[in-house]
């Protein structure tokens, strides 16, 4: 398996723009996630997902930003409309969950910047 | 709820000596543990976790963490630091249940030559 992917590897938008960062996990994995690093805040969990279904989103920061999972083998991120303070590297990772196997793997990132 | 605790968000050590980064848990129920390190410009990749099973976790890379329930602590040590372990290590915890993995602040470690 090629891991998990996410696309584009860098964005740099206007503060306004609406942004998509896209997901793919590894195949089989029923547990999806979404992060955000920053140097001030460190790695925040956004949203995660349970058999495509969303279970907690209460790390989304605000209205602005949403996710969804139509399948079990795309996730998309949002950020509509983008502001310079959502600057970050958002990470996508992905779990099978099951007995031991509970370790969730990262893919490369997406660096965001907005100005 | 569950979060992890790491002490020192930057640690140094010389080539050659032993690399410990500390990491304590709170969680109600049974944690799974697990230690990720982060290279620039690069996502996060699993060094070593526990799961309830052996305490002593070896890992790659020659890294290994004990778990102390005792101590509700899981800090991760190498007996001899290289130079390639410069990068930033995150401890994370979930539990059975509880697949939402909760990170730390994450701990630099610098190797001086």
């Known amino acids: 398996d090629a891991g998990v992917i996410q696309s584009p590897r860098h964005e740099v938008t206007e503060m306004g723009q609406e942004v998509t960062l896209r997901c793919k996990p590894i195949?089989?994995?029923?547990?999806l996630f979404w992060y955000r690093q920053t140097m001030m805040r460190g790695l925040e969990l956004l949203i995660y997902?349970?058999?495509?279904?969303?279970?907690?989103d209460s790390g989304m920061p605000e209205d602005r930003f949403s996710a969804k999972m139509p399948n079990a083998s795309f996730s998309t991120l949002k950020i509509q409309p983008s502001e310079p303070r959502d600057s970050a590297v958002y990470f996508c990772?992905?779990?099978?969950?099951?007995?031991?196997?509970?370790?969730?793997?990262f893919g490369q990132g997406t660096r965001l910047t907005v100005v | 709820a569950q979060s992890v605790t790491q002490l020192g968000s930057h640690v140094s050590v010389s080539e050659g000596a032993l690399v410990l980064l500390r990491c304590n848990y709170s969680?109600?129920?049974?944690?799974?543990l697990f230690w990720y390190v982060q290279y620039p410009n690069q996502g996060l990749q699993l060094l070593l976790k526990y799961t309830s099973a052996a305490t002593l976790v070896k890992g790659i890379n020659g890294f290994e963490a004990e778990f102390k329930k005792s101590e509700t602590s899981f800090h991760l040590t190498k007996p001899s630091a290289h130079m390639s372990d410069a990068a930033e290590y995150f401890c994370?915890?979930?539990?059975?249940?509880?697949?939402?993995?909760?990170f730390g602040t994450g701990t630099r470690l610098t190797i001086i030559p």
């Open positions: 969680s109600s129920v049974p944690p799974y």
């Open positions: 990772a992905s779990s099978l969950a099951r007995g031991t196997n509970t370790e969730a793997f």
């Open positions: 997902f349970n058999n495509n279904v969303p279970i907690d």
């Open positions: 195949s089989g994995h029923d547990y």
């Open positions: 994370a915890v979930s539990s059975f249940g509880n697949e939402k993995l909760t």
